[in-house]
């Protein structure tokens, strides 16, 4: 697989990234809600720490991280200071290194990471090139990168900010603290706190909506818009059309994928998960915690109930029920799909024998 | 699901959306090719009316809409001023309700929605900041967005709207009305009239060419252009690469979904609907009138027969005739890609017996 | 199908392509690698050709190519000035046509196409709307698009060519003779020499990563960056997501479509394939000469080895060995799958009966 290794930098790069620290093990217990277990020798409760690590990378001013039984070898050999870990695998930290132990290792990863590199934050800086117009509301302490255009009437919210090249419609709505990314396109549209869009995102085009007429297609308007709750993300180039006589909704905390479409009316609830290339057509709903996997389709005017799991691939003809996993095209429940598999394969055989 | 009502704006609201009335019924029934039914009781035949919305939120001055049984309920206790509707459905109006009958009741309201809400057009006004070359040739009446490129020898036709941060190339010609997105790249093209091509659409690219050579891939020049036909839409983010010898041929009236991919040399008829993620490889052909549904892929050098229908996430690997309807991986008819699904569940749950 | 033809315009239109030459057969031979085989009647070895065509459209001053049996009936009645083939069917050359004959002969088109018709190359001109930054590096011979953005330190090596609308972030490296298309994003990565990024491609957001927390989704901080190599193409609208803890890389002369999707720490080989609107998940590794054709989806974590060739739509939850075939979903050798088929299909048909 060639030798990728040489071609790493160690992660968080004070070229492309923010830092913040040195921190002690006791802030850093603070942050992540973990537990300290002193290093056996070698360590100074007083130490300081400046940067996260993966375990093989680390040294003794980084943190690092396990969350997964079998880099326990790597466990076993790793200079990193301290490393954050289950209480199960306390026991196996080497002598130099401290423990900051918790039962959520991933998450006391997420904000010790954070608190070592903040996400970048408005420089409450407005390029000069950038075009915004008069009839424009323009909270306190908004960044506004060059070329970027916000049209008669939008709102944005305070320390949010606006990238490159973005374009913000006419009456569009901006929560506090949003990142909209460079080329994003955002029109027809309420947009919560929070709410992160990355690069190319289309927000509020029109769906795809047209009647047969005796000439060709005839376009039927597009008169809803889109809503997007608090604390949403949008991966890179993926498409909302807003609604046709209601709004599409996206419900807070929702995170969505880079590529993923989404079809005019849709209305996605809280905390749900949809992966890079799913598609869900117009109308559809899904309800809380749901999670849709890479490049599965969703037809229009169907229900996915709470927590349901729909597989990669899959390709969803009907309601799913809640709590419910389904893969396949047409989606069944995964046993059944994995049974099916196998049993193909075995009648295959025999057939060939 | 959550009370997705009540972030429900109603339709058409001014801040986002032109507005066009108010009209009485007769100009309606004009419009629409409709005939009125008038109220039978409370509503005068001169009533204005100033909007469209759906029935459970429609008041008095407002058109609605039913073009399906299952929303009966909603006629029944709807406070609409008119409801469009086939006339199977006529006598069950409320009294105080006008109807709109016609045997085309969704093209009638697509008519209708256009009277009030009519779709943008040129303001005529070309924003400083756009970078148009001396050496294009802009028709009358020509709305260019801020941020604008458009290059030496490009024509834009009269009427026509170029968004902000659109891309137009060098020799382009776009006909008249047509409406180019922002972020849109569009080079290597000659586009019809009545075009609209929605935010971040690329169109005219290099196709995916290359040869094998003695020190890895080597790029075969695309000479071809991209022809798109009069009153397509391509929507946002889709991609569409022009040709290698020949030209890339998007037939007239066709209308293409978000991310849909178009390889170098295909030729698409007239009126032909691909929905959002599916994609077309390179010098396929689509006769007239054909469906393309979601998340489909057709592999190269293949053809598609007038009014064929391919069904979501369906894998075409050779022709498809006229009129036939397929779907599954690889493509074979509907009836026999649901009997192979009723039978390998039947041998399953046998097998497991 | 229509008459596709008459919408066909010569390929290489002036306006649209860089011309060169004209060139004599020896200069032909000599850049594709190719033995002149002269006419047998009719032309002059000193000839001069101006520019390629395909066998139907040709005339005497153009060079044309064949490299399927399909088209022989085309040889016969070409009025091309010289035709690249095989030598198998150098015999069946009309009299009046030169042949260039060599084992490769579409690299040999590749090659003389480009002869005449050479990628563009930078001007060196600096649009004066754009905007870089004053600690950005510019390399000799830069073209810089209008409303191209440049920001602090990074540094664009010489011959690049950035388009309108791109924007490269902070610390970016690019390499010399780059293409960046329009309205591309590039952040946080570096990029080696004759890299193409066509328009729209969205390199180096953050991956899609984050850990559940008591009041929904926190983000995981992505610190990796992306590394392309060398010669790398990368298609419209695509998205390459930075690494979390490590770097997400793209070997040297690897060509990947539009569409496509690459997640955070995936590490491809080199001169891999990539076709449009596959999707590759986050830590996937691929080696050296993978081929993943269209839609094709990979799951995370997992190892495609060397030469491995996945088909279209197939979804990849397991290593795949070196060398291997593979297709469905989930995805099995070529030769199984086509025999689940088929015994499907035989079940299917006697379970009717």
Not at 98 to 126: D, E, M, N, Q
Request: hydrophobic share 40%.
């Amino acid at each position: 697989m060639g030798d990728t290794m040489s071609t790493e930098t160690r992660p968080g790069d004070e070229r492309f990234f923010l830092r913040a620290g040195p921190f002690g093990l006791a802030r850093l217990a603070e942050v992540s809600g973990s537990d300290v277990r002193p290093a056996a020798e070698g360590q100074n409760e007083t130490a300081l720490f400046r940067g996260v690590a993966p375990l093989h990378v680390a040294g003794p001013e980084d943190v690092s991280f396990l969350d997964n039984r079998r880099y326990l070898p790597l466990l076993e050999n790793t200079k990193a200071g301290a490393v954050i870990l289950a209480p199960a695998f306390a026991d196996k930290l080497p002598a130099r290194t401290a423990g900051l132990v918790c039962k959520t290792p991933y998450l006391a990863w997420a904000r010790i990471a954070a608190a070592f590199h903040p996400a970048p934050s408005s420089s409450g800086v407005r390029h000069p090139s950038a075009y915004v117009s008069e009839k424009a509301e323009i909270g306190d302490n908004v960044e506004i990168g060059p070329f970027a255009v916000i049209e008669d009437g939008a709102k944005i919210g305070s320390g949010s900010l606006i990238g490159a090249h973005a374009m913000i419609g006419r009456s569009v709505e901006v929560g506090e603290r949003c990142r909209i990314g460079s080329h994003v396109s955002l029109t027809h549209a309420r947009v919560g706190h929070r709410v992160t869009l990355y690069p190319g995102a289309r927000i509020g085009q029109d769906g795809f909506g047209f009647a047969v007429g005796p000439g060709g297609f005839e376009t039927v308007p597009q008169l809803g818009l889109v809503v997007i709750g608090d604390d949403v993300e949008i991966g890179a180039n993926s498409t909302i059309d807003r609604g046709s006589m209601r709004d599409t909704v996206i419900g807070a905390g929702t995170r969505i994928d880079n590529l993923v479409q989404i079809g005019h009316n849709a209305q996605l609830g809280r905390c749900c998960i949809v992966v890079s290339q799913a598609g869900i057509s117009g109308s559809t709903e899904l309800g809380d915690f749901v999670t849709i996997a890479a490049q599965a389709g969703l037809i229009g005017h169907i229900k996915i109930g709470d927590k349901a799991r729909v597989g990669a691939q899959c390709g969803v003809m009907s309601d799913v029920d809640a709590g419910a996993d389904v893969i396949g095209s047409p989606a069944m429940p995964f046993r059944e799909f994995f049974r099916n598999v196998a049993t193909l394969r075995k009648l295959s055989k025999k057939s060939s024998d």
